[in-house]
């Protein structure tokens, strides 16, 4: 009787071990808002400034956020085939992006929190800083052009190429002249090496650049650049974004499909909000609203020093 009384109490035990065991690891494992762990898919041309939001995210909160980098293409595709819930993009969804959500019964919370820019970059040897877009897009367009030998992007399926190629009203880009790579560092490496060529790459990257990319900066121009309706030069600077002067900026997103309050939408009400709108204004980009800046008058000055 003993024998099967200390094997009954044995198998109690395990089995409530088993069970506290569990219901700790769910509650660890539990995701709201601020907590819990979440994979975010991003344009690979804007990775510097969400990299800064999920480091300041995550010393403020219980949560980790993993970062996975794919071209424009690469991330929309997994999004519609559901691969992925929360991506960071360089534009909205296409009324057919949005059909396809719908029948599915989904409703992606779009979210944009910067204006972002394309650059164009030549060779620091290159004294002539100007150029106008109608060269780009003549070279696009495979008409000849003699200022330019060259464009490089950072792949065919990136964001820059199809933002390119939608300006030049093309299907494809031009067969010769044109070189791809996989990163925007390796563009701007292979524009530092090479005369005559133009670079296309996330102003991001510029502004924002990892510390073995420092020195490579140094060798190359960032282009200012002539609309296709104006007469005038403009950068791709907060100051000209925010005119809307510059002719090749773009909106960012960041597009949460987890269809409940999980940790993606934290993170979009954290970019959209004052710290992170902070964070995109200390990047170099434009944020979608001013931060705030609280003054305090006084009537008057008052000496601390003695």
Known sequence: ???????????????????????????????????????ITVDETIKPIVEDQVAVFESIYDAKISIKTKSEAELINDLTNQKAKVVITTRNLTKEEKERFEKNKINPRVTPFATDAIALISNKS???????????????????????????????????????KDLAKVNEIPATGVFSFKTNDEVIKFVAENDGMIGVVGVNWLYQPSPNMLEVIKKINVLSV?????????????????????????DLFIINCQGYSGLGMGFASFIAGDIGQRIVLKSGLLPVRTPGRKLQIRSQINNDKE
């Not at 071990?17 to 994979?39: P, W």
């Not at 030069?233 to 000209?240: E, H, L, V």
Request: glycine letters at 4%.
């Open 1 to 39: 009787m003993f024998k099967y009384a200390k094997v009954f109490g044995l198998v109690t035990f395990v089995f409530l071990f088993a069970m506290c065991n569990q219901k700790s690891k769910s509650e660890s494992n539990k995701e709201s808002i601020l907590k819990g762990t979440i994979d």
């Open 126 to 164: 290159n004294n002539d800083t100007l150029i106008a877009l109608k060269s780009v897009i003549d070279f696009m367009q495979g008409k000849s052009d003699s200022k330019i030998k060259g464009l490089v992007f950072d792949n065919p399926n990136s964001s820059t190429v199809r933002y390119m």
């Open 226 to 250: 002539k609309g296709l309706k104006d007469d005038k030069y403009y950068s791709p600077t907060q100051n000209d974004l925010a005119e809307l002067k510059y002719p090749l900026a773009r």
